[in-house]
């Protein structure tokens, strides 16, 4: 597509449900981030794809997220058993591999609430 | 560890003012340094990419400069009106590890009128 989309744009869920969330990178782009932002703070690195390298993980803050990215495309990010400080906006970014002069590119993000 | 700060964390100047908006980074071993802009609850918009390479980059209101050796760039906006009114923010790409990249907090600026 000619941007990166996020879905959906606002998420309510109850303590203890399972949420997930979707990005879909600008196409061609082999890379494809994803970063937390908690109300008044700075963009916090959860996890990065790289073509079809292993991802690297070393972001996210306990094992009930995890995230996969199918056929080097679409990207999924599932938090199992939300709590409450998982409340944050969550943003999705691409851009072209590694090695390359390119910028990145970001999504509109989504908006999680948990209560 | 490349650490970017930003400095200064929040600005409000009448409108028609010219302004500098700083960011500082550790590590000048980036590709590239890119400015962003952010709307509250909205996601980010790019400014201005500049590579490693260049010294500057112009659009419209806003240049962008980077010294590398001195790990610094400087975003500068020009007759400043209400609607550049958002936060905004710098992000550096790295040329090895895992190519992740860092971004300074910020700066918020509020322009009135």
Sequence with gaps: GAGVSQSPSNKVTE?????????????GHTALYWYRQSLGQGL????????????????????????ERTGGSVSTLTIQRTQQ????VYLCASSLGTGTVGGYTFGSGTRLTVV | KQEVTQIPAALSVPEGENL????????????NLQWFRQDPGKGLTS?????????EQTSGRLNASLDKSSGRSTLYIAASQPGDSATYLCAVRPTGGSYIPTFGRGTSLIVHP
């Design chain 1, 15 to 27: 303590k203890g449900k399972d949420v997930e969330l979707r990005c879909d990178p600008i196409s």
């Design chain 1, 44 to 67: 916090e690195f959860l996890i990065y794809f790289q073509g079809n390298s292993a991802p690297d993980k070393s972001g996210l803050p306990s094992d009930r997220f995890s995230a």
């Design chain 1, 85 to 88: 400080e998982d409340s944050a």
């Design chain 2, 20 to 31: 500098v908006l700083n960011c500082s980074f550790t590590d000048s071993a980036i590709y």
């Design chain 2, 47 to 55: 400014l201005l990419l500049i590579q490693s390479s260049q010294r």
